[in-house]
């Protein structure tokens, strides 16, 4: 697996069980909380950028395609 791959995984995952902990006490830390979700954000935005558009490619051909009409 990629290094840059495992960080990301490690980062959503370090994140999440950070923000789920500071939500589960009975008194709640707000700060606790607040640096789980931006780790927890910063692991999905490494992922999301890695991931290319539908729009970036070329247009493909289709399965249908036109004929031009000779008059």
Known sequence: M???R??????????GAIA????AE??????LLIG???ILMFGIYRTSRNIPSKY???EEESFVKTEKDED
Request: no cysteine; net charge negative.
């Open 2 to 4: 990629n290094i840059s």
């Open 6 to 15: 495992t960080i990301n995984l490690l980062a959503i995952i370090i994140g």
């Open 20 to 23: 789920i902990y500071a939500q």
């Open 26 to 31: 009975e008194k709640q830390d707000t700060y």
């Open 36 to 38: 789980g979700i931006v």
């Open 56 to 58: 970036d490619k070329a």
